[in-house]
């Protein structure tokens, strides 16, 4: 892996980069081309319980060099592939 395969810290994250960590993270590959912007996630996905939670987290944190708060973490921000992106994307800024 490269230095830029690692850690992605620009403004833009697309969806595609956020459902890459969620897909590896949760090991579901074999639905990887299903998900979309829409895609429910928490309460919706066997494989995001509480535990998961804190290791996606853990790998969104390191690979858009993010750092998140405990109060930061909510259903509303897991709610859908795309909710999780937008969180993504304002820790960014």
């Known amino acids: 892996m490269t230095d830029r395969e690692d850690t992605v810290n620009t403004s833009t994250v697309t969806i ?4 890459a960590v969620v897909v590896e993270t949760l090991d579901v590959d074999d ?3 299903t998900f979309d912007a829409s895609t429910a996630l928490l309460g919706s996905l066997p494989e995001l319980d509480s535990m998961a939670v ?3 987290v ?11 708060d405990g109060e930061d973490v909510s259903a509303e921000v ?3 592939l795309g909710t999780l ?3 993504v994307e304002s820790k960014l800024v």
């Open 16 to 19: 595609d980069d956020v459902k």
């Open 31 to 33: 639905r990887a081309t």
């Open 54 to 56: 804190l290791e996606l």
């Open 58 to 68: 853990h790998a969104l944190e390191t690979r858009f060099g993010i750092a998140v």
């Open 78 to 80: 897991f709610e859908t």
């Open 85 to 87: 992106t937008a969180f």
